[in-house]
């Protein structure tokens, strides 16, 4: 798998981490850092595009954002790397990512009119064929790539509505907002059965599996993804 990543070119890839459960387990967290540093840098030098998650969730809550890590809630992985190669920043104060590479420019200038439409940052990833989503100690057979939110927002499903999260970004002083597709944290919400579609994907070679030195990673092919849940989704709101 990683000499599998390291070959790929020319592709826009998204990099979701988690590495609480190895952090709880073990004491390698250098040994990881250090061997996802040079996947990256590979990934970087191989003309791929690198998008990373820089969200901050805590926004509807404290009506403040910035560029600084203390408004990332995305994970330690993501804060190191970011300290290690000169990424730039999308504008919207949650739903923010950190882009570097050839499509950086096409990628920041997106609209992002709602947080997971079309031309929202993983909206445009999810319809594009030359994305992939890198999982690096993400539940392999569960995680859902946020792309099951592009599914939602298109099909308009009937547990979740409109929300304009407002406030403002430390940084330059300017007031901002992020519209979502959101529901009620404390309703019960359908059973998305992700591990069905993802199981499926496995087999058709179209997301991968592989258990590093230290860590497992992932590799799906994030259109693919998408357009399954287009599918199912209508299915289980029956």
């Known amino acids: 798998m990683l000499k599998f990543i390291n070959k790929l070119n020319n592709k826009n890839i998204i990099i979701f981490s988690d590495l609480l459960s190895l952090i709880t387990k073990e004491k ?18 191989n003309n791929n595009t690198i998008i990373l998650p820089t969200y901050n ?9 910035g560029y600084g ?5 995305s994970g330690t992985m993501i804060k190191i790397i970011l300290k290690k190669f000169n990424f730039k920043r999308t504008k919207k104060p949650m739903y923010n990512y950190a882009v570097i ?4 420019k096409k990628i920041i200038n997106l609209k992002q009119t709602t947080a997971w439409g079309d031309d929202s940052v993983i909206g445009y990833l999810s319809n594009n064929k030359d994305t992939l989503g890198l999982g690096v100690n993400t539940d392999l057979l569960s995680f859902t790539w946020v792309t099951i939110h592009c599914c939602e927002e ?8 409109w929300k304009t999260f407002r406030g403002k ?6 007031n901002v907002y992020e519209k979502m597709f959101v529901r009620h944290l404390d309703k019960e ?3 998305l059965k992700q591990r069905n579609i993802l199981n499926k994907l496995h087999k058709e070679k179209k997301l991968f599996i592989k258990k ?13 993804y998408y357009l399954k849940n287009l599918k199912y989704l209508p299915k289980i709101l029956k």
Do not use: C, M, W
């Open 101 to 104: 590479g050839p499509n950086s």
């Open 169 to 174: 970004n430390l940084d330059n002083g300017k």
């Open 28 to 45: 390698k967290i250098k040994a990881v850092i250090k061997e996802f540093e040079k996947i990256v840098s590979q990934l970087i030098d």
């Open 69 to 73: 890590e203390n408004f990332i809630t």
């Open 57 to 65: 969730l805590k926004f509807p809550s404290l009506k403040k954002t």
């Open 212 to 224: 590093g030195r230290h860590v497992n990673y992932s590799l799906i092919y994030l259109k693919e």
């Open 154 to 161: 298109t099909l308009k499903v009937p547990y979740r509505f």
């Open 189 to 191: 919400i359908v059973d």
